[in-house]
């Protein structure tokens, strides 16, 4: 028996518990009981106020929340805390980054967009009502780069050698749980993106999960998961974003499980372009393990005892992932514990709006700002 099960099965005690009464919605899907209505900004973007967003989960509005001016949502040991910035949220301790700013309408209500709500929150918090949910016995282990592409240089390894190592003892952990593995890269040898797509698309029943290394200013540190936009998604998703959904649960039980065994929140869960990622017809997230610019956890890296226990935190979380969404499981199993965690420092960050907002003129101007993530 693997060694994480005994914590794993204690949060899960915690999480039965949390979820029975929590989430009990109005209706079974937030795009069909919510009035979406349009913001200023895009034509086709609609909002929701955060007051709807309460009341469909049932959740209590407090005063506290772990961030100075940010609002917490909270029922047992559930807590969805919004903002300070515009785009932050922190659901159970996990920092999420939205695809839209919050906005306020002309009475001054919070909103938060639809994009935010049904590909992030509510696969978050109700697992148990993503669409198709299927079962997952096969995970695809993409080691990013390989060969003349070695990625970035962390300490004495390059992000290739790295990613390589890592994936090899994921696969080891994953069949010792029962899971089969696919890794697409072997040893180190180059491979496009379109090699790692064809050769992961055929594969049933799985998931898919590339490892990378970050690399930003010095004091950038600890794990961050990507899921694809919104705008990929738009142009790849088949109707009603079944991936998508998955892919955030993942991107979620991912982060949870990362940020609690390295105890930093790092990026937190965040949206990319990756061109990969689009092409996959698969539930699919890309893992930034850490940063190869922090000196101390580039040394980390290299080290087999460090990649060990970011093994362990990844198993973790798919299998917290797996038997989430797996359509015989009749109460939601998703962590949901609070865990502290330190906070990375982001002097780009956007504060809640305090009155009627301005239009997200350029959203990608904006992300832009982010640290850049190297690929
Ligand atoms: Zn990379």
């Not at 099960?5 to 979820?19: D, E, I």
């Not at 709006?353 to 350029?362: G, I, M, V």
């Amino acid at each position: 028996m693997p060694s994480f099960l005994p914590k794993t099965l204690l949060l899960f005690c915690c999480m039965l518990v949390a979820f029975a009464e929590t989430l009990t919605p109005s209706g079974s899907s937030p795009e069909t009981s919510a009035a979406w209505v349009p913001a200023e900004g895009p034509p086709d973007v609609l909002y929701q106020t955060v007051e709807e967003l309460r009341s469909f989960y049932k959740l209590t509005a407090g005063t506290r929340s772990s961030r100075k001016g940010g609002y917490s949502l909270t029922h047992a040991d559930t807590s969805v805390e919004l903002g300070p910035g515009a785009r932050e949220l922190r659901i159970n301790g996990v920092d999420i980054t939205l695809a839209r700013p919050f906005m306020r309408d002309p009475d001054g209500k919070l909103l938060i967009s639809r994009e935010d709500w049904v590909y992030w929150i509510d696969p978050i918090l109700r697992p148990l009502y993503i669409a198709n949910r299927s079962a997952v016995d096969t995970v695809v282990i993409d080691a990013a780069h390989g060969g003349h592409d070695t990625g970035v240089a962390c300490a004495a390894n390059s992000e290739a050698q790295i990613t390589l190592l890592t994936a090899q003892a994921l696969r080891v952990e994953l069949e010792k749980a029962g899971l089969r593995c696919f890794l697409t890269r072997t040893d180190d040898y180059f491979l496009s993106d379109r090699q790692r797509v064809d050769n992961s698309n055929s594969t049933p029943n799985a998931i898919f999960v590339s490892l990378h290394i970050n690399s930003s200013n010095a004091a950038a540190e600890g794990p961050t998961v990507y899921v694809l936009s919104p705008s990929s998604i738009a142009q790849t998703e088949r109707p009603g974003g079944t991936f998508a959904c998955k892919s955030a649960a993942l991107a979620y039980a991912l982060q949870y499980a990362l940020s609690s065994e390295t105890r930093s929140s790092g990026g937190g869960c965040r949206h990319t372009h990756y061109n990969l990622l689009s092409s996959l017809s698969m539930p699919a997230v890309s893992i930034e393990l850490g940063y190869a610019s922090n000196a101390k956890e580039a040394a980390a890296l290299c080290t087999p005892e460090y990649r060990s226990r970011l093994v362990s935190a990844i198993a973790r979380g798919i299998l917290n992932y797996t038997r989430a969404t797996a359509p015989t499981a009749t109460m939601p199993v998703m962590p949901s514990a609070p865990k502290k965690t330190t906070v990375q420092k982001d002097a780009t960050r956007e504060k809640l709006p305090n009155t009627k907002a301005k239009p997200d003129s350029s959203p990608d101007k904006r992300r832009n700002r982010r640290p850049r993530r190297k690929r």
